[in-house]
Nanobody
Framework: QVQLQESGPGLVKPSQTLSLTCTVSDGSITTSYYAWSWIRQPPEKGLEWMGVIVYDGSTYYNPSLKSRTSISRDTSKNQFSLQLSSVTPEDTAVYYC???????????WGQGTQVTVSS
């Protein structure tokens, strides 16, 4: 069973870049027809899809975040990463990584990591 684990700083200062990594085990991020996504949930709000990196390395982003978001991967470590630039307190959220199946379902999730943007 695929397992995902988020890691990164829990506190980021305003205007800085938020960087998180998702380590995947028991499944390769290059396996055909799967994709790997970042999702966040601000306090008292719903889930917000941020973007995805597909098995072939192509990326797609939420248009509302596209100018500030970058998703990359390290296939040698079986990891994919999120960078969100110019953060504000409104970027405070629990950040999740997840695997997207061929039919588009988000079947496997990390436990989530809290990121607070504050000076």
């Amino acid at each position: 069973q695929v397992q995902l684990q988020e890691s990164g700083p829990g506190l980021v200062k305003p205007s800085q870049t938020l960087s998180l990594t998702c380590t995947v085990s028991d499944g390769s991020i290059t396996t055909s027809y799967y994709a790997w996504s970042w999702i966040r949930q601000p306090p008292e709000k719903g889930l917000e899809w941020m973007g995805v990196i597909v098995y072939d390395g192509s990326t797609y982003y939420n248009p509302s975040l596209k100018s500030r978001t970058s998703i990359s991967r390290d296939t040698s470590k079986n990891q994919f990463s999120l960078q969100l630039s110019s953060v504000t307190p409104e970027d405070t959220a629990v950040y999740y990584c997840a695997r997207v199946g061929p039919s588009g379902g988000f079947a496997y999730w990390g436990q989530g990591t809290q990121v607070t943007v504050s000076s």
